[in-house]
C-alpha cells in the first residue's frame, strides 16, 4: 500500500479544528507560565520550528510532539483518558450486542411434585 500523507485537504475538517484548538490551548498555556517559545523549545528538546507548528495546530505534527509540550506544561492527565474503553459509549453498545445472547431451557421445570 502507498503511503499516504495527511494534508489540509485531506484531513477530515473536524480534526483540523480539534488540532487546530489544541495548538491554541498550548500556545495560551505557555503564555500564562510566562514561558517564551524557546525556553519551552528548550525544556521539551524540540526544534523551535517544531514547537510552533504544535501552537499552530499543525495536523502533519507528531502527535508525540503534541504530548510532550503538554507534559513541559504540566497538563499530562489532559490526555491519559484521550480514547479510553471506559468512555466510547459507541464501541460499548457494539461489543454488547456481538456478545452471544442468554440460552434459555427448551423444556421448562415441571412443577409437579
Known amino acids: 500500500m502507498p503511503r499516504q500523507n495527511l494534508t489540509d485537504e485531506t484531513t477530515p475538517l473536524a480534526v ?3 488540532v487546530n484548538r ?3 490551548n498550548i500556545a495560551r498555556g505557555r503564555v500564562r507560565r510566562g514561558l ?9 528538546g524540540l526544534a523551535i520550528g517544531t514547537l510552533k507548528r504544535v501552537e499552530q495546530g ?3 505534527t507528531a502527535i508525540s510532539a503534541y504530548f510532550t509540550v503538554l507534559w513541559a ?7 491519559e483518558d484521550l480514547g479510553s474503553p471506559d468512555r466510547d459509549e459507541e464501541g460499548k453498545t457494539l461489543e454488547s450486542a456481538r456478545q452471544p445472547k442468554r440460552v434459555h431451557s427448551t423444556g ?6
Open 16 to 18: 483540523l479544528r480539534a
Open 22 to 24: 489544541l495548538g491554541t
Open 36 to 44: 517564551k517559545q524557546a525556553d519551552l523549545a528548550k525544556k521539551t
Open 58 to 60: 499543525s495536523p502533519t
Open 73 to 79: 506544561l504540566g497538563l499530562e492527565r489532559e490526555f
Open 108 to 113: 421448562g421445570l415441571d412443577a409437579d411434585f
